[in-house]
């Protein structure tokens, strides 16, 4: 391990960072050195604006991950080597506002009547009817499930925080029955790894991303579909069925209610409760074209 790649870690240690962040931080900088291939201490600031140019311009990287890199480089240059950072010289992308894809009740059906195996249904099922990440789904518990309180915990989900979600009756039972026909019981991981499912660790990300996207080719879905797509559903279903925002943004584990507003852009029984101004027009009848 070099010099600076310890304190850098020493550095996100300290300040109790998770292991996402670290590993994304740390691969940032790597890779900043290797672009320069120079130490990234001897790197200034006209680098920096060079290698944010290109995350741009030739890898064609989301605003929001260039954003994620430079916070990398940020924390770096400032609290590794305590050096100065302009934010004036390196600032950071505008990010463009996108409503996400948003099935319906029939296309979420079709989507988990789809799944290519019954453990890959039991996952997308989960997904939908708790709302959870896909982080958060593959480091579920056999304990996190209290089925005398009908309540999932949700542990260390996104910024470390817990939560509880409803625990479905219809869930429930799917869940029983996943476990009665694992061949080994585990004793932590509900969703464990390995091909037969009977790992000493959980399932990756990969597996429930692969899941979703099969189903949804199965399913002769046309939108984009994904595991986070689920997130958004359980959300904008919810909202359609009556739910306050507020209870939604504790489900979802949302720090800012805010977050939570997007629903709104989305539930069809909130756009639809709103007239278009054109309705309200008394215009004469259409001409009729001279032929």
Request: glycine share 4%; with cysteine; charged share 30%.
């Amino acid at each position: 391990m070099t010099r600076l790649r310890k304190m850098m870690l020493e550095e996100l240690k300290r300040r109790n960072y998770s292991e996402a962040t670290t590993r994304c931080y740390i691969r940032t900088v790597e890779d900043f050195s290797r672009r320069f291939k120079c130490s990234p201490e001897d790197l200034g600031p006209e680098h920096i604006r060079e290698y944010q140019a290109e995350l741009f311009k030739k890898r064609k990287l989301s605003p929001g991950t260039v954003t994620q890199r430079l916070a990398a480089l940020r924390f770096f240059y400032i609290k590794t080597l305590k050096k100065t950072w302009s934010i004036a010289e390196t600032p950071y992308p505008k990010k463009a506002f996108h409503l996400p894809s948003i099935l319906s009740r029939e296309e979420v059906a079709r989507l988990i009547n789809a799944a290519l195996t019954p453990f890959h249904r039991t996952l997308l099922m989960t997904l939908y009817a708790t709302g959870v990440r896909r982080a958060e789904l593959t480091h579920l518990k056999v304990s996190d499930i209290d089925s005398k309180r009908m309540v999932i915990h949700v542990q260390g989900g996104k910024g470390r925080k817990d939560r509880d979600v409803m625990l479905s009756p219809k869930l429930l039972e799917v869940l029983r029955e996943h476990w009665r026909g694992l061949p080994r019981k585990p004793s932590a991981w509900l969703f464990p790894g390995n091909r037969w499912h009977t790992g000493d660790t959980p399932i990756t990300t990969k597996v429930v991303w692969n899941a979703c996207k099969e189903a949804a080719q199965r399913a002769g879905l046309q939108k984009d579909v994904h595991p986070h797509t689920l997130r958004h559903c359980f959300a904008t279903h919810l909202l359609e069925a009556g739910a306050d925002l507020r209870t939604i943004q504790m489900l979802l584990g949302h720090r800012d209610l805010e977050e939570t507003t997007i629903y709104l852009h989305l539930s069809e029984r909130h756009l639809s409760a709103t007239a278009s101004p054109l309705d309200s027009l008394e215009l004469k009848d259409r001409p009729q074209q001279d032929e």
